[in-house]
């Protein structure tokens, strides 16, 4: 019998930055720069939605919108997996 090289089996080999998965890499960079961004802007804005209007640290919009879209993100990963 021979061997077909094409069919052995060969486990997925996960990407590492210095022994650390790639995607563990890409969170922390991606939260260090989200919170200099966040930082970077204390000042106070006006938000105003259909019916009120607020003043509030821009920080605190950006972090909402951030923190929005990272919960949407994991939704819509969730439904991507089941499918």
């Known amino acids: 019998m021979t061997k ?3 069919s052995s089996f060969h486990p997925k080999k996960k990407s590492e930055i210095a022994g650390i998965p790639t995607n563990v ?3 922390v960079v991606a939260a ?3 919170l200099w961004f966040l930082l970077a802007n204390l000042e106070r804005v006006r938000i105003q939605f259909w019916v009120f209007t607020v003043t509030a640290p821009l920080w605190i919009a950006l972090a909402a919108t951030l923190l929005i879209g990272a919960v949407l993100g994991w939704v819509m990963k969730g439904r ?3 499918r």
């Open 32 to 34: 260090a720069l989200a």
């Open 4 to 6: 077909n090289p094409g």
């Open 80 to 82: 991507r997996g089941s």
């Open 25 to 27: 890499v890409v969170g």
